[in-house]
């Protein structure tokens, strides 16, 4: 694995007009993509919101298919700490992270990996983390 896959980029392929850019980064990584269990959540928050559509049963599908296929990392104790020094960090500059993107960043970091966000300004400010904006190639 490479890449941590952030929401955004998650629920791009079923757009109705999906960024082309982020399609052909999607396909030339294929194998070497995760996604962890806090952007799962996000997703199905967003999902199990929408009323009962085609629309909820695509995003759904898509859903449940990519992270069949997909490793699936939790936010674990590793991830856990280093957020947490990141938090009191940032929090002491007058700048504290959401909890939702801290978590993800948190398993990116822990685990090595480049996080791929469209969301760049919300992670570029955690010390230590790689991120990538494949709408911007």
């Not at 996604?35 to 629309?55: H, K, Q």
């Not at 940032?90 to 993800?104: A, E, S, V």
Request: charged content about 20%; some cysteine; aromatic content about 8%.
């Amino acid at each position: 694995m490479i890449y941590l896959l952030d929401t955004n980029i998650m629920s791009e392929p079923v757009k109705p007009i999906p960024n082309a850019n982020v399609l052909a980064k999607l396909a030339q990584h294929q194998g070497e993509l995760a996604i962890c269990t806090v952007a799962i959540t996000e997703l199905f928050i967003g999902i199990y919101s929408l009323p009962d559509s085609n629309r909820r049963m695509k995003y759904e599908e898509h859903l449940k298919r990519a992270i069949s296929v997909m490793p699936v990392l939790d936010y674990d104790l590793r991830a856990a700490m280093w957020f947490a020094k990141e938090c009191a960090r940032l929090t002491r500059l007058g700048r504290k992270p959401t909890f939702n993107d801290g978590q993800i960043a948190g398993v990116a970091a822990a685990n090595n990996l480049i996080l791929v966000t469209r969301n760049v300004k919300h992670f570029t400010q955690f010390n230590g983390l790689q991120v990538e904006n494949w709408f911007e190639v």
